[in-house]
């Protein structure tokens, strides 16, 4: 069972690793939902096709689009 080191690090099985095809030097993303830790490997390009409807507004800056995601 994998332990967390003092710098709060974690080695993950290498059996789990494989199933998952995660390889070192691999990006992966942390969260935390319900009290658990979930770890999924990013992997490039996969939110490509979910956003290829989305046209952007080149009328909006980048500084205005920020404020608008900031507003109350």
Do not use: Y
Request: net charge negative; aromatic share 2%; charged share 25%.
């Amino acid at each position: 069972m994998p332990k967390v080191s003092s710098k709060r690090q974690i080695t993950l099985p290498a059996s789990q690793c494989d199933q998952l095809g995660i390889k070192p030097g691999d990006n992966i993303e942390t969260f935390v939902a319900d009290g658990r830790l979930t770890i999924v490997r990013k992997v490039e390009g996969a939110a490509q096709s979910l956003l290829q409807h989305v046209k952007g507004d080149p009328s909006v800056t980048d500084q205005e689009s920020l404020e608008d995601a900031l507003a109350p």
